[in-house]
Structures are given as structure tokens and as C-alpha cells.
């Protein structure tokens, strides 16, 4: 089985950083796209960054409402991403998942940021 583990997460004020580390372990032949998600209380689970990986280069895609704050980067010889969050809002509170695509989809357990206003 493929297990994604999550950290990072926690609470800060409006305005404040924090940086998501996401690592992937079992057995993995190939991934063809990581990055994470995020899930509000009540709301549906949406896409926060990508990384969608070609074999010879990678490509990167953020939410609208991330651009210029987050960003996203990966190293596929150590099977990690990471999210870099800058200038975060009340409105980035939410679980932030991990998730990884080869022949399957697979998730993290979550990990949660708040931020206060």
C-alpha cells in the first residue's frame, strides 16, 4: 500500500506563514500527479496546487484564490511536495490533504490550518 503522511499544519494570525510537507512511501513505480487539496466544514473538498509530471518536465497549476500566496514544489526522488503558504487568510482555513495520482488515487490523513482573523 502507498501511505501519505502530512505536517506542518497548525494555528496563526491572518497575515502569517506556514509551510505543509507532504511524503509518500510503499510501493511506488511512477507518479504522474501530486499536490494538495483542502476541505472547509461544510463545503466540498477543492484542488489548491498541482504538480502534473510529463516524464521529462513538470507542470504546476494553483486555485485562483491561492495564486501569488502558496506555492507548490516537489522532489520525485524523495517522493515528497510541499506547500509553502504565505500572507494566509481566514479564509484558507480548511484540512489540508496530500494527494497522489499513479494507476490510483491516494490520500493523507489530513492535517488542519486555522487562521485567525
Known amino acids: 500500500q502507498v501511505q501519505l503522511v502530512e505536517s506542518g499544519g497548525g494555528l496563526v494570525q491572518a497575515g502569517g506563514s506556514l509551510r505543509l510537507s507532504c511524503a509518500a512511501s510503499?510501493?511506488?513505480?511512477?507518479?504522474?500527479?501530486m499536490g494538495w487539496y483542502r476541505q472547509a466544514p461544510g463545503k466540498q473538498r477543492e484542488v489548491v496546487a498541482l504538480?502534473?509530471?510529463?516524464?521529462?518536465?513538470?507542470?504546476?497549476d494553483y486555485a485562483d484564490s491561492v495564486k501569488g500566496r502558496f506555492t507548490i514544489s516537489g522532489d520525485n526522488a524523495k517522493n515528497t511536495v510541499d506547500l509553502q503558504m504565505n500572507s494566509l487568510k481566514p479564509e484558507d482555513t480548511a484540512i489540508y490533504f496530500c494527494?497522489?495520482?499513479?494507476?490510483?488515487?491516494?490520500w493523507g490523513q489530513g492535517t488542519q490550518v486555522t487562521v485567525s482573523s
Open positions: 494527494y497522489v495520482y499513479t494507476r490510483y488515487s491516494y
Open positions: 510503499g510501493r511506488i513505480f511512477s507518479i504522474n500527479v
Open positions: 504538480i502534473t509530471s510529463s516524464g521529462i518536465t513538470n507542470y504546476t
